[in-house]
């Protein structure tokens, strides 16, 4: 069959790559002049920056299976032990996040009231017929200083968002399902365990299960293994302005490509204007997705300089603890040797979000002067950095904002009556760079709706 799919980000890549090993035709539109989407790795002088993601979680297997079918198993990078400890800006310091139960009990992470509340959990009341947001679903289960301080600042440094306004059952479907199955998280988790799934936790405000895995040229290995494998079934600067169905499938306008089958994993206010005229309400509800602004603030110290490598994954900043920031990845220290000359240090903090949209416009020296600002509150760091490096993403993150799941339901409805046109990406069923190459996998079994 001939496949036309529209975006070459990683899940565009991993859409085409599967089709392809299917044997079907494939074309690969991407109006941008370099593949990758999101995924973009800057490397100058020994400094290895990512501008979108850091890495991906190795408990998913159909992306480590997707790496060793493009043979990129041996460029595999693993994040260090040390970057299991994270740790949270609160009351003026950085505190490690507890990695097991007994430290939690003992550590000033939350109040006494607080910890005390989240043991409660078992105890919570049952969940509202409503979709519910993650930040009520937090509060009602462990509390709402644990939802507050703990969930809120996980949910603004992973997804960029505000966790009154995302929805549970689509931000957390399995955290959803363990509630709805077990009746209890605590419940569920042992369960779990009992069953021998231990090694598989399904990751939370102390963590995500898996450890956090790149390549030793970073995240682009990825996506250039994939381009490599589509070679010149790949049209760059080619941007598809919409999809119109015709007899046998449809056309492409913009690059004037017909197809039978397309998949469409641009973001969906991309996707929305697209789809228009195929579908006016589609094309509407998509375009109630938000996306939200981020902007990564790499800086580069000399480690003399700053007395010494920080240890660690790096830290979540809630609100209202006085830093704007949303958080620090200490890049050199979880993939220690690889992302900086020997005697630097690597960081990459994150600004912006769903509840600070003004920071994405601030100008390159105010984002500097922020970042300086909150680092040294907060990591004591007060050199300046050597080099910097500014990433911004417009609308860097979709929202999967209450009614998502809703939404999608009714698009899906809508285009029915589009044989093989799939909507795919990280707009719909999961941010993650293993959800969308995990949705991409559904399609080897063949091309369906
Ligand atoms: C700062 C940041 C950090 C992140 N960190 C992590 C992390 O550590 N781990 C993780 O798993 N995930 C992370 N993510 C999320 C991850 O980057 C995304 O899930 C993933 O890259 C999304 O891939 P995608 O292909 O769905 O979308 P995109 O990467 O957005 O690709 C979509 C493509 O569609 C193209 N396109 C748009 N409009 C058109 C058009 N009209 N015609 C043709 N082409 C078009 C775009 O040019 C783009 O190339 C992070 C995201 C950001 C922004």
Same mark, same amino acid.
């Given at each position: 069959?001939?496949?036309?799919?529209?975006?070459?980000?990683?899940?565009?890549?991993?859409?085409?790559?599967?089709?392809?090993?299917?044997?079907?035709?494939?074309?690969?539109?991407?109006?941008?002049?370099?593949?990758?989407?999101?995924?973009?790795?800057?490397?100058?002088?020994?400094?290895?920056?990512?501008?979108?993601?850091?890495?991906?979680?190795?408990?998913?297997?159909?992306?480590?299976?997707?790496?060793?079918?493009?043979?990129?198993?041996?460029?595999?990078?693993?994040?260090?032990?040390?970057?299991?400890?994270?740790?949270?800006?609160?009351?003026?310091?950085?505190?490690?996040?507890?990695?097991?139960?007994?430290?939690?009990?003992?550590?000033?992470?939350?109040?006494?009231?607080?910890?005390?509340?989240?043991?409660?959990?078992?105890?919570?009341?049952?969940?509202?017929?409503?979709?519910?947001?993650?930040?009520?679903?937090?509060?009602?289960?462990?509390?709402?200083?644990?939802?507050?301080?703990?969930?809120?600042?996980?949910?603004?440094?992973?997804?960029?968002?505000?966790?009154?306004?995302?929805?549970?059952?689509?931000?957390?479907?399995?955290?959803?399902?363990?509630?709805?199955?077990?009746? #209890?998280?605590?419940?569920?988790? %042992?369960?779990? /365990?009992?069953?021998?799934?231990? $090694? @598989?936790? +399904? =990751?939370? !405000?102390?963590?995500?299960?898996?450890?956090?895995?790149?390549?030793?040229?970073?995240?682009?290995?990825?996506?250039?293994?994939?381009?490599?494998?589509?070679?010149?079934?790949?049209?760059?600067?080619?941007?598809?302005?919409?999809?119109?169905?015709?007899?046998?499938?449809?056309?492409?306008?913009?690059?004037?490509?017909?197809?039978?089958?397309?998949?469409?994993?641009?973001?969906?206010?991309?996707? #929305?204007?697209?789809?228009?005229? %195929?579908?006016? /309400?589609?094309?509407?509800?998509? $375009? @109630?997705? +938000? =996306?939200? !602004?981020?902007?990564?603030?790499?800086?580069?110290?000399?480690?003399?300089?700053?007395?010494?490598?920080?240890?660690?994954?790096?830290?979540?900043?809630?609100?209202?603890?006085?830093?704007?920031?949303?958080?620090?990845?200490?890049?050199?220290?979880?993939?220690?040797?690889?992302?900086?000359?020997?005697?630097?240090?690597?960081?990459?903090?994150?600004?912006?979000?769903?509840?600070?949209?003004?920071?994405?416009?601030?100008?390159?020296?105010?984002?500097?002067?922020?970042?300086?600002?909150?680092?040294?509150?907060?990591?004591?760091?007060?050199?300046?950095?050597?080099?910097?490096?500014?990433?911004?993403?417009?609308?860097?993150?979709?929202?999967?904002?209450?009614?998502?799941?809703?939404?999608?339901?009714?698009?899906?409805?809508?285009?029915?009556?589009?044989?093989?046109?799939?909507?795919?990406?990280?707009?719909?069923?999961?941010?993650?760079?293993?959800?969308?190459?995990?949705?991409?996998?559904?399609?080897?079994?063949?091309?369906?709706?």
């Amino acid at each position: 069959m001939k496949c036309a799919v529209v975006g070459a980000g990683i899940s565009g890549l991993a859409c085409a790559f599967e089709l392809l090993e299917a044997g079907h035709d494939v074309s690969v539109f991407d109006n941008n002049r370099r593949v990758g989407g999101n995924i973009r790795t800057r490397i100058e002088d020994g400094y290895i920056v990512e501008w979108g993601p850091n890495g991906f979680l190795d408990n998913v297997p159909e992306t480590l299976d997707l790496v060793r079918r493009i043979r990129l198993s041996d460029r595999i990078q693993v994040s260090a032990d040390a970057a299991r400890i994270r740790f949270l800006y609160r009351r003026g310091r950085l505190l490690p996040l507890p990695m097991k139960p007994p430290s939690f009990f003992s550590s000033p992470l939350l109040s006494g009231l607080g910890r005390a509340r989240v043991v409660l959990e078992p105890l919570a009341y049952r969940r509202p017929r409503h979709d519910e947001s993650v930040h009520a679903f937090a509060s009602r289960r462990i509390g709402r200083e644990a939802a507050d301080v703990l969930v809120q600042a996980m949910v603004s440094g992973v997804f960029a968002g505000d966790a009154r306004n995302l929805s549970l059952r689509a931000t957390f479907p399995k955290m959803y399902g363990m509630e709805k199955e077990h009746g #209890s998280l605590l419940k569920a988790m %042992l369960a779990k /365990r009992k069953g021998g799934g231990a $090694g @598989r936790a +399904p =990751g939370g !405000p102390s963590g995500p299960g898996g450890t956090l895995t790149s390549f030793s040229g970073g995240m682009s290995d990825l996506t250039y293994r994939l381009t490599h494998a589509l070679g010149k079934r790949i049209s760059l600067g080619a941007r598809v302005d919409a999809v119109i169905s015709e007899a046998g499938g449809y056309r492409l306008e913009g690059p004037d490509e017909t197809a039978e089958c397309v998949v469409l994993s641009s973001p969906a206010w991309e996707t #929305s204007r697209m789809l228009s005229p %195929l579908s006016g /309400r589609a094309a509407e509800l998509l $375009g @109630r997705i +938000p =996306g939200s !602004p981020i902007v990564v603030v790499a800086t580069a110290y000399d480690e003399a300089a700053i007395g010494g490598a920080p240890d660690g994954f790096g830290f979540l900043a809630p609100r209202g603890e006085g830093l704007r920031i949303l958080g620090c990845l200490w890049t050199s220290s979880i993939y220690p040797g690889t992302r900086a000359p020997e005697g630097k240090v690597l960081l990459r903090t994150m600004v912006g979000g769903a509840m600070d949209h003004a920071a994405a416009d601030l100008s390159d020296e105010d984002l500097l002067d922020l970042v300086a600002r909150d680092l040294k509150r907060s990591m004591g760091l007060i050199a300046d950095p050597e080099r910097h490096w500014i990433f911004r993403h417009r609308k860097g993150i979709p929202q999967y904002v209450p009614g998502h799941g809703k939404r999608l339901a009714e698009v899906a409805r809508e285009l029915a009556g589009h044989p093989n046109l799939m909507l795919a990406g990280n707009s719909y069923r999961g941010i993650s760079v293993n959800s969308v190459i995990a949705e991409a996998r559904g399609l080897r079994g063949g091309v369906h709706r």
